[in-house]
């Protein structure tokens, strides 16, 4: 492949604790779990800057009793990224942890899945068990980006950048996507929601938070099958991530890590 490899970075800026039942179906109400930590991303080459996500903001931690870490914008700016600046945005779906600060971003294209967008203003969205996971003055916003003509609307595959392509997962939502990105690895993927956490897929224990399980499930085949090997599949919220990789700099230990170095076999 001729196109400059990306680097690729996760960003941690939130986190919460967890009990068993609320990581994975039919766990244990008892069992102890894993904190779930929140991200964005980050890919970069000499050519094209892509921000994956935008996070949540303060006032929804506040409501939804999340530890807000730091400002996404603020975590993008330490790696040397104005967030004013960037011009490509994906969006893996529009739950609020992944879609509250987009405002941030006024020069972005944004990319979201035409499922995840007529989801999100569907039938549905009637039913707390699948409004509670949107805010809705940040969906009503979408549409009014889509009225502007600022939303590349996808239906499946598609090329955000030559290096960066969005795939239609859905099961977590109707329209979720994740995100392959090439890097000196090869293709590395950011799972985003397809699966939260390492074990999700590992132990095919689905998620409890879910709109089609069985869509679900294969998901974890097909992030594989996009990814160059199994190790380079990045969850989307395990904080066994910040442990398998690097940080760019010994001042962004526990801020962020380069998802384009290989994992540390060692965790």
Do not use: K
């Amino acid at each position: 492949m001729n196109t400059l490899p990306f680097e690729l970075y996760a960003i941690r800026y939130g986190t919460v604790s967890r009990r068993a039942s609320e990581n994975f179906i039919g766990a244990d109400p008892h069992e102890s779990g894993a904190p779930l930590d929140y991200f964005v991303w980050l890919a970069r080459n000499a050519q094209f800057t892509v921000v994956v996500d935008t996070g949540f903001t303060a006032e929804s931690a506040q409501r939804r009793r999340r530890e807000f870490l730091r400002a996404p914008a603020e975590g993008l700016r330490l790696l040397g990224v104005d967030p004013a600046r960037v011009e490509e945005l994906v969006l893996t779906h529009l739950h609020y942890d992944h879609v509250g600060n987009f405002g941030e971003f006024p020069r972005a294209r944004l990319h979201l899945q035409e499922a995840e967008m007529a989801f999100a203003t569907g039938r549905h969205m009637a039913h707390g068990c699948f409004s509670h996971s949107y805010e809705l003055e940040e969906v009503l916003a979408m549409v009014r980006h889509v009225y502007g003509g600022r939303v590349c609307l996808h239906d499946g595959d598609a090329a955000v950048v030559p290096g960066v392509t969005v795939h239609h997962i859905g099961g977590h939502t109707a329209g979720l996507q994740c995100v392959r990105v090439w890097t000196r690895l090869g293709w590395v993927v950011l799972a985003s929601d397809a699966a939260h956490y390492y074990a999700n897929m590992d132990g095919v224990r689905p998620f409890p938070i879910v709109v089609d399980v069985g869509r679900m499930v294969d998901g974890y085949r097909r992030v594989r099958e996009l990814a160059s090997g199994p190790q380079h599949v990045v969850p989307g919220h395990d904080p066994l991530v910040m442990r398998r990789y690097r940080p760019p700099r010994p001042d962004l230990e526990g801020i962020a890590v380069r998802l384009d170095d290989e994992p540390l076999r060692s965790v």
